[in-house]
């Protein structure tokens, strides 16, 4: 069941005792004495932070369930209206480490309090006054610096011995950080709101609030529970009548749960599959869901699973530029081109992002029969509508996915060493990198960093001057960095690949290559508070196989490419039967118009479940590019293009919330060549 409507409930009183006994006049001898219950002076003066968008809607967005830390504002409300009915002077202070100059807090005194609303990284000192942090955590260990991260912001535990006292409102909390050596600890609930008088109900052993809210029954499953209470009708229920209608009257165990449903922390489907294994067992139980989010008129259905039913559309101003740098001589060739950019948005200024891309290639011929190349390609932005953007260098099997308007980073490094040691033999090695990076992981719920590392070693043999035959072995080590769920995951695959290449004539070949592919994924549970061995799925195999062609004329291009291969999922968790499929035409209609389309697909399918993910990751991707390039001459023209990108996949709520993305883009470019020397 979820929450439809809940009224704000009115008569304030505080349940949990807090600060000292001046401050409290209802106590609730079950909770704990602090350091400031023990004064005797009165306060005259509290001040209270929380995160800076909370309140005062001139220094960030307003405060809206749903957001990151919404729970630090909701916390900090409640404690501010049981202190106004208090009596107390309350002055909110969402910037409390400005104040350091000592004019500045001339009107402090020693018996002023500040309570500090929010995440460890955020606490920030008022100097002159007792600091409290109030501070919630759901896990059994402190978070430490990352490896190559020295910022003391990222200690959790130096954070929280900064202030005098640390509150936390529950009881497993305060044994965590007592047992990683944080000081005067507390375990204070927040303050909530009581009926001024007893409300009669039916269920004595329900809070009156849970049966003034209306509740409608879920009808959205998740993973294997997808047909949920499918022929039950969605409307509200008073909690009463649930129970009345469903339980025959007899009040069943209930466990109620707050959440936003994009969180991935909160992690709904595992909770939903979890307590349905429990329903079946424990049939009198009852799962009640308030579900927090930053939309408001969205249906439940889109709600629940992500998708928006309202479109947004931005105009997009892009600035950019292009420098190149060739140097050739008899036995080597040196490329360098350096486009930097920046794309702006409106009217949603928060996408605004820098692009910028280098790519370097190198070739170096060693003797007339061997040869060594090198290339790199770094690019930065959200602007790429086409799945080949992100795709590894050096013979990557990363596929993946495309988070076309959030920041990302990637890094594709490849090198290589043939020799042709006959007429008609050549040998080679080769390594590679790739690294794919979000700089901002609260943009891209669902998706991870992920890096990977290989090497290959080939033959190729001519049968004849138009036909190819040759073999490739190819080792790869995928790495995803899954922060959120706390958790390492890593895939190593070997691929043994026979290919044949044919040209039936210039300008046209078909290539073909098959193999087996042996896989292995790794992965350690989260929540471990001990060194443990990872997991192994063991190994498998699976066929893997490419059939390429390419046909060129003077005035016509055309290229499309089949693949079936086990990957990793460029972005998604764990290990993937992946099918791609592309095709790409361009067509010079006349000297100066030129006109290309170009079409990408690929289905991943998990071959390797997941423990923490209770729905199988995987899905199908859909992209199209159209392009209209009328040159004016060789300086100057004009790009007219079209993008259409569909994404569906479970489990990953930024492609949930926006599957389809359109762009119509117009591109006016110049240019300008010159040798630098000869």
């Known amino acids: 069941m979820m929450a439809h409507d809940t009224p704000l409930p009115i008569g304030w009183r505080v349940s949990a005792a807090f600060l000292h006994s001046s401050l409290t006049w209802r106590v609730n001898t079950r909770a704990e004495p602090t350091m400031i219950q023990s004064q005797s002076l009165q306060l005259t003066k509290i001040f209270l932070s929380s995160t800076i968008w909370a309140h005062g809607h001139h220094h960030g967005a307003p405060f809206a369930f749903g957001r990151q830390h919404y729970s630090y504002e909701v916390a900090r409300r409640k404690f501010a209206t049981a202190l106004h009915h208090l009596g107390l002077e309350i002055h909110d ?36 006054v007792k600091n409290i942090a109030c501070v919630a955590w759901e896990f059994d260990r402190l978070t430490a610096p990352t490896r190559g991260s020295s910022h003391p912001f990222k200690d959790m535990r130096r954070m929280l011995m900064l202030p005098d006292e640390v509150w936390t409102p529950c009881e497993f909390t305060r044994q965590v950080f007592q047992a990683n050596g944080i000081r005067n600890v507390y375990r204070i609930p927040a303050p909530i709101s009581v009926p001024s008088a007893p409300v009669p109900i039916q269920f004595p052993e329900i ?15 998740f993973g294997r529970y997808r047909d949920l209470n499918r022929s039950v009708p969605s409307r509200p229920y008073r909690l009463s009548d649930i129970i009345l209608d469903y339980y025959q009257g007899r009040q069943p165990q209930i466990f109620v749960s707050v959440l936003n449903p994009h969180d991935l922390r909160k992690n709904l489907t595992s909770l939903i599959g979890g307590f349905l294994e429990f329903h079946a067992e424990n049939p009198n139980s009852l799962l009640l869901l308030k579900l927090i989010v930053d939309n408001t008129s969205d249906r439940l259905d889109n709600v629940l699973t992500g998708n928006s039913a309202t479109p947004t559309s931005d105009f997009i101003y892009t600035i950019s530029s292009t420098i190149a740098f060739n140097k050739t001589t008899e036995r080597q060739n040196l490329a360098l081109t350096y486009s930097p950019g920046f794309t702006f948005y409106r009217p949603t200024g928060a996408l605004n992002v820098i692009d910028q891309s280098v790519v370097f290639n190198f070739r170096f011929r060693l003797s007339p029969h061997q040869l060594i190349k090198a290339n790199e390609n770094f690019q930065q932005g959200g602007s790429s509508f086409s799945p080949s953007s992100y795709s590894g260098g050096g013979g990557s099997s990363n596929t993946g996915v495309l988070a076309p308007f959030s ?32 700089p901002n992981l609260s943009d891209v719920p669902g998706l991870y960093d992920s890096d990977e590392q290989g090497g290959a070693a080939f033959y190729s043999h001519r049968i004849s001057g138009s036909q190819y035959l040759g073999s490739t072995y190819r080792y790869s080590r995928i790495r995803s960095y899954p922060q959120d769920a706390h958790s390492e995951i890593e895939t190593q695959t070997h691929t043994f690949y026979l290919f044949y290449t044919f040209y039936p004539k210039p300008g046209l070949s078909f290539s073909v290559s098959g193999g087996p592919q042996v896989f292995n994924s790794e992965y350690s549970l989260p929540g471990s508070t001990t060194a443990q061995t990872p997991t192994s799925t063991g190994n498998s195999w699976s066929p893997g196989a490419t059939a390429s062609m390419s046909w060129q004329e003077s005035h016509t291009n055309f290229t499309a490419r089949y693949t079936h291969s086990t990957s990793a999922g460029g972005g998604l968790l764990g290990t993937f039967d992946s099918n ?8 010079r209609a006349s000297r100066n118009w030129t006109l290309g389309t170009s079409v990408d697909y690929s289905i991943l399918k998990s071959v390797t479940p997941l423990p923490f993910f209770s729905t199988n990751l995987g899905g199908h991707t859909l992209a199209g590019i159209a392009t209209v390039d009328h040159p004016f001459n060789t300086h ?41 020397g000869r």
């Open 636 to 676: 100057f023209g004009v790009l007219f293009e079209y993008d259409r990108l569909h994404q569906s996949y479970a489990g990953v709520p930024v492609l949930l919330s926006s599957p389809d993305s359109n762009r119509e883009m117009v591109s006016v470019y110049w240019q300008l060549a010159r040798p630098l």
């Open 207 to 221: 809070p009156p609030d849970l049966d003034r809210v209306s509740w409608i029954n879920l009808r959205v499953g």
């Open 407 to 438: 920041n990302t980073l990637t890094n594709a490094a490849n090198a290589e060493y043939s020799i042709q040691f006959s007429p008609t033999d050549m040998l080679g090695v080769s390594g590679s990198f790739y690294n794919l990076h979000y």
């Open 93 to 128: 202070v969402p910037r409390p480490e400005i104040y350091a100059a000592p004019v500045s807090r001339q009107f402090l005194s020693g018996n002023c309090c500040h309570l500090i609303f929010k995440p460890t990284e955020w606490i920030r000192l008022l100097k002159g």
């Open 580 to 587: 791609t499929a592309s095709a790409l035409v361009r067509w």
